[in-house]
């Protein structure tokens, strides 16, 4: 079965109409010096920097050519004192680039013109940017004090007028003052570490930013900074250090911080101002850098170039977290996980640059580059000894990892483990499509139907009886793509409305006959299921077409982006990089006329997830748009979901969970952590702070195992208890159908 493209009109036809993953707005800052919320794992959507920090990118990355403008920093180079860490001398604050304020005017131009909402620029829109622009900068309202935000305030309805007009002297007069309060808080915290704390005092750290305010003054500030450093240090002690070792950690840890600040480039903070702008509007609209764009554009393609390996950073040490099979650095074979790069080398004799204490982003632009280039590592394996150097030559690799997978899991039940079944599982983590490729006519280019229609056949060539297609980490993509591998499961028909800022309403169908699988079909989803994602399930179970599995409910994302290039926009060419501007231009609808805007689409049945209580939805967004519907779309109705069936294999389904051990130690887990997440404060008693890291401890390894197993395995199916449930539920639905003569499979 080809890609279907004919079905489409100039929004779905272009390969840029997607749906996108959603993103959180409370994720803590990636760049804090502290996150006191240790108990909350890491949700999928705080970790979207893992994909951009594969070192293996196409482009190298020009330094900033920005005009430079100086303030001085007497009081932190005095705090510095005779520390050991370098003197940062005085903070060099960019200045808006030539094109900034034509990007800002594009952007006031673009947004009230094709926002599904059609609202216009106005003092609405200007103080949520106001706040958004704010939070953006300090989250955890450690920084500001209430009287810088008292005269921000004074020109929370001007945002609007001064976009339009191209004037960035605001977001510059902002962020010139939060640099200024980060020298100062920095200062603060160099000295007080200086100094002794008392751990016996019973005191409170507050953790909840809705919980907290600003300080009134620098004294407020000051003592909520003396907390902050308490934890820090209570936080480095339950680690195993302390001591002098924890101090001079947290000196270099805070200086890292003022200088990531400092070093802002103009293109960076024109992408945090406007994307404020446009996320008022709603939180998936927002405005891409030149440089974000490229990323983009590399991750949709499935293909990049370099050496194939994930870093992470650790107390200014750049470390590798994961060599990707197939790439550069594994066929070279000396990079391992946990060494240490200190230093990064071009080509045959450049020189090599230190790194230690450089910004991971700034890392991975000296070791990304073009096939077939040479990089030379300076690496201390596993951190320590002496350095290693690696010469390795780039080259081009394909993430397959983020692309459709498939295996044949030869599937018995517990009771009666003689009887097995062949059941094919898909795990299919995004809808892609290489957008360059499909606007080019390649024959070739890479897609996700393409691929789950090579796996399927490959499926049926060896006899299987069912197919579990896993969603429960895909959190969108392209809208294309997921009414094309819709496609694949039904005849034809409906597959999903869509309603324009006019109010029109348009359906996108399916028009090709056949199927690639009519046999019985299992969707896995959870609360990070998103956009395309929740297209494909909803369909699927109007259609009657098979049964959802996982948390209660999907994300809640109903709506759908596109990419406008604004070099394209002003110049009618994409030559000129300008960056983008991402846009929900319409609100899509299941073929029955729900909208998945909120509600996102129901499990028929519900297995027990830590996932399904995080604050990771769509309703848990700012400015998320509301729900609604529209009239249904006349559809067919495959009646694979008998409520009888359905009804039965929800309970069997309890009886095997209240019977196995794991899923009530993670029931248990799942209490404790909504305790815990429902905690916004944390005592600085040093007694009970560790009798509650304690606590934390103990259940710490088997939490990480289990959200890495439901949002981040690497294995295409992870052999744990949950998808063995999901699996038995696949089985008994295959006999059911079977018993009811409805299921079919050819």
């Known amino acids: 079965m080809d890609c279907r493209f004919s079905t489409a009109n100039r929004t779905l036809s272009d390969p840029n109409a997607w749906s996108d993953p959603p993103l959180s707005d409370n994720a803590s800052d990636a760049f804090a010096p502290q996150s006191p919320k240790r108990s909350r794992p890491l949700s999928k959507w705080s970790r979207p920097l893992l994909a951009i920090l594969v070192v293996a990118l196409i482009a190298e990355v020009s330094p900033a050519q920005n005009e430079q403008a100086t303030i001085d920093r007497p009081a932190v180079e005095q705090a510095i004192g005779n520390a050991t860490k370098p003197n940062l001398g005085p903070a060099k604050l960019a200045t808006p680039g030539p094109k900034d304020p034509l990007v800002a005017r594009l952007i006031a131009t673009l947004m009230p013109r094709n926002h599904v909402s059609s609202q216009k620029l106005n003092d609405t829109i200007s103080q949520r940017a106001l706040n958004l622009f704010l ?17 921000f305030q004074r020109n929370a309805t001007r945002i609007d007028d001064m976009v339009q007009a ?93 200088r990531r600040w400092r070093d802002t480039d103009s293109d960076a903070l024109l992408e ?22 490229d990323e983009f554009d590399m991750i949709m393609r499935l293909s990049l170039d370099g050496i194939g390996a994930q870093l992470r950073e650790k107390d200014g040490n750049t470390v590798v977290s994961r060599v990707i099979p197939g790439g550069a650095a594994a066929k070279h074979g000396k990079l391992k996980t946990d060494d240490v790069i200190v230093s990064v080398g071009q080509d045959e004799e450049g020189p090599m640059v230190d790194i230690v204490e450089m910004p991971l982003n700034d890392v991975v632009g000296l070791i ?84 789950v229609l090579r796996i399927i056949e490959e499926f049926k060539s060896q006899g299987i009886d069912g197919i579990v297609l896993d969603l429960s980490t895909n959190g969108g993509g392209s809208l294309t793509e997921a009414i094309n591998l819709t496609g694949l499961f039904i005849d034809r028909g409906p597959v999903v409305q869509v309603k324009n800022a006019d109010g029109s309403v348009q359906q996108y169908d399916d028009d090709d006959r056949g199927t690639a699988w009519d046999g019985p079909l299992v969707v896995m989803t959870s609360k990070f299921s998103a956009s395309a994602s929740e ?23 109903g709506t759908v982006q596109t990419l406008m290039d604004l070099g394209q926009q002003l110049f009618r060419n994409n030559r000129a990089n300008y ?56 559809h067919e109705n495959y009646n694979m979901v008998p409520a009888d ?46 009798a509650r890291r304690k606590e934390l401890d103990a259940q710490k390894e088997e939490e990480e195992k289990e959200l890495e197993a439901e949002v981040g395995a690497q294995e295409v199916y992870r052999d744990y208890f949950y998808n063995r449930e999901v699996l038995n539920i696949a089985h008994q639905y295959i006999d059911g159908l079977k018993k009811q003569n409805l299921a079919v499979a050819r």
């Open 579 to 634: 960056g983008a501007l991402k846009v929900t231009l319409q609100q899509f609808y299941l073929p029955d006329g729900e909208s998945t805007q909120l509600a996102g689409v129901a499990a028929d049945i519900v297995l027990p997830s830590i996932t399904a209580k995080m604050d990771v939805s769509e309703s848990d967004l700012k400015f998320a748009l509301p729900n609604d519907r529209v009239k249904p779309a006349k």
């Open 645 to 690: 069936l359905i009804g039965q294999l929800r309970n069997d389904s309890m009886g095997r969970i209240s019977q196995e051990k794991e899923f009530t130690e993670l029931l248990k887990r799942i209490e404790l952590y909504v305790q815990q997440k429902e905690q916004a404060s944390i005592s600085l008693k040093e007694d009970e702070f560790m």
């Open 135 to 151: 939070k953006s900068l300090d989250p955890m309202k450690l920084y500001f004090l209430q009287g810088d935000i008292d005269q």
């Open 368 to 451: 990304r580059g073009k096939a077939g280039t040479i990089v030379r590592l300076g690496v201390k394996p596993g951190g320590a000894g002496e350095v290693e150097i690696h010469r390795i030559v780039r080259a081009r690799i394909e993430l397959d990892e983020s692309a459709a997978r498939g295996k044949i899991i030869e599937h018995s039940m517990p009771d009666a483990p003689g009887q097995t079944k062949k059941i094919g599982y898909i795990n299919l983590p995004s809808f892609y499509m290489d957008m360059e490729g499909a606007k080019n006519n390649k024959r070739d280019f890479r897609s996700s139907t393409r691929d």
């Open 166 to 258: 191209g004037d960035l002297s605001f977001a510059y007069e902002v962020f010139g003052r939060f640099v200024q309060r980060v020298d100062e808080r920095v200062s603060v915290a160099l000295q007080m570490l200086d100094g002794e704390f008392d751990f016996t005092i019973d005191e409170q750290i507050i953790t909840d930013p809705e919980a907290t305010v600003y300080a009134k003054d620098a004294n407020e500030a000051n003592d909520r900074w003396r907390r902050q450093i308490k934890y820090a240090l209570l936080d480095l002690k339950d680690e195993g250090k302390e001591g002098a070792e924890a101090r001079d950690l947290l000196r270099r840890r805070y200086l890292r911080y003022d």
């Open 535 to 557: 297209i494909f399930a909803g369909a699927i179970k109007d259609y009657r077409r098979g049964i959802v599995v996982g948390d209660p409910t999907s994300h809640g994302k």
């Open 272 to 293: 945090m101002y406007l994307t404020a702008v446009t996320m008022a509007y709603d939180p998936h609209s927002t405005y891409m850098s030149p440089d974000s764009l």
